[in-house]
């Protein structure tokens, strides 16, 4: 079946301008997480979503970023008045059921902040 | 915090060596997985181990967990080519969402 995916692969943008990133998770899977990697770094983790649950937003960075889940599927990651430092790869995981189970990853949404 | 911390940060082996890497964490966890990436995209779930278990074989891979040293190794046999790429240690504990450490890059040297 189908994996998790994520649009746009790249997206080049100028500072101060707003961005969304969209990603895709496995049908029928009920956790979905956010995470962001700079050039040679680990993951860090950003927001996360389980079933009907108030989302984990704990790894928020700051209050320009936002996510929604629509349906308890799609999801939409927001960066407002983006600024240089958010440039990164945003990664999107999804996992059956909740935190502790293996995660599926999408390929990824390169994000370059100019 | 659960974080996994790998070890070394960088391998260098030749095809057909073995390769082997670590993982510490600092506090109690259901289980430890293990991911690779290649190219800096996203990732791949290699194994997973839970904390009842002491050895688990996939394949060319060994993963083995010591609760006691809350420490996990990746053994990679009879490394191949295709085996270059990071791989990554996360932490599942509780509610929370997996901890990734920041990996180690496996260079296999054809």
């Known amino acids: 079946g189908a994996g998790v995916s994520q649009s746009p692969s790249n997206k080049v943008t100028e500072k101060g301008k707003d961005v969304e990133l969209r990603c895709d998770p496995i049908?029928?899977?009920?956790?979905l997480y956010w995470y962001r990697q700079s050039l040679g770094q680990g993951l860090e983790f950003l927001i996360y979503?389980?079933?009907?649950?108030?989302?984990?937003k704990s790894g928020l960075p700051s209050d320009r970023f936002s996510a929604e889940r629509t349906g308890g599927s799609v999801s939409t990651l927001t960066i407002q008045r983006t600024q240089q430092e958010d440039s990164a790869v945003y990664l999107c995981?999804?996992?059956?059921?909740?935190?502790?189970?293996?995660?599926?990853f999408g390929p990824g949404t390169r994000l370059t902040v100019t | 915090s659960q974080q996994g911390e790998e070890d070394p940060q960088a391998l260098s082996i030749q095809e057909g060596e073995n390769a082997t890497m670590n993982c510490s964490y600092k506090?109690?966890?259901?289980?430890l997985q293990w991911y690779r990436q290649n190219s800096g995209r996203g990732l791949v779930h290699l194994i997973l181990?839970?904390?009842?278990?002491r050895e688990k074989h996939s394949g060319r891979l060994r993963v083995t967990l010591d609760t006691s040293k809350k420490s996990s190794s990746l053994l990679i046999t009879a490394s191949r080519a295709a085996d270059t790429a990071s791989y990554f240690c996360a932490t599942a504990g509780g509610n929370t969402p997996l901890v990734f450490g920041k990996g180690t890059r496996l260079s296999v040297i054809a």
């Open positions: 181990i839970r904390s009842n278990e």
């Open positions: 049908s029928g899977h009920t956790a």
């Open positions: 979503f389980q079933g009907n649950s108030a989302p984990d």
């Open positions: 995981a999804s996992s059956p059921q909740g935190a502790i189970y293996e995660q599926y």
């Open positions: 506090t109690s966890i259901n289980n």
